[in-house]
């Protein structure tokens, strides 16, 4: 009975992996239009407001204003690129490698790839930060455009199961772990990869155009 199991999950993820990659896989939105110039999208779970600059060469260059005391996302790495900010208004706090660091207008903070870390604002003021060149990947700003419509629809959409399955149908082109409160990430990506075929058949979509930037 166990092997009868375990053939059918293994034939399932298989056959489900098959079809969500490569026969019904999912569209991708046009970058040139989803991110124009000035358009904006809003997390009121992290305080973040991020505002498109420019698009180019498949970056996309930010405006991000962090409301008063706004809690940011969870920390987090990335695998693949390396984060910048400058400050332009305002004092940024952020958590890097385990260590709190403030950054004031004109100063630039380099977030290397691997490198745990979560920004936040501890003031009762505002803070802007821009992202110099060559900005950040597009497929990751979009996915986190994306979330942040996500989580803000329903508490509990920012919580496991939800947020996991949201996740899975992103893939790895969402180049974002958290470090705190969740799975290491080889587990993580494993779990993205073996949820996507579940996460479509429940309707979760990798592109929901109510979501986009506006």
């Known amino acids: 009975m166990g092997v009868i199991f375990m053939t059918v999950v293994v034939l399932y993820l ?20 989803y991110f124009g110039e000035g358009k904006q999208f809003y997390s009121k779970l992290e305080g973040f407001k991020q505002q498109v600059l420019n698009l180019q060469n498949d970056h996309v260059m930010l ?13 987090h790495v990335h695998e693949t690129f390396d984060e910048k900010f400058t400050v332009v208004e305002g004092t940024l706090s952020i958590m890097l490698m385990g260590q709190k660091q403030r950054f004031t207008v004109g100063q630039t903070v380099t977030i290397p790839k691997g490198a745990a870390h ?44 939800k947020i996991l399955l949201a996740l899975s149908v992103l893939g790895d082109s969402f180049d974002s772990y958290p470090t705190e409160n969740a799975p290491p990430k080889p587990m993580l990506k494993l779990l993205k990869l073996v949820l996507a075929p579940t996460a479509r058949l429940l309707g979760y979509t990798k592109y929901n155009p109510q979501f986009a930037p506006r």
Do not use: M
């Open 118 to 161: 979560k920004p936040f604002n501890e003031t009762d003021t505002k803070v802007v930060l821009r992202t110099p060149a060559p900005g950040l990947p597009q497929a990751f700003v979009f996915g986190l455009s994306q979330l942040y419509g996500y989580w803000d629809a329903a508490p509990a959409n920012s919580k496991p199961p």
């Open 63 to 75: 405006e991000i204003t962090l409301d008063p005391h706004a809690a940011g996302p969870p920390q």
């Open 14 to 33: 298989t056959i489900g992996f098959i079809i969500h990659k490569f026969i019904f896989p999912e569209p991708e939105p046009d970058y040139a239009s």
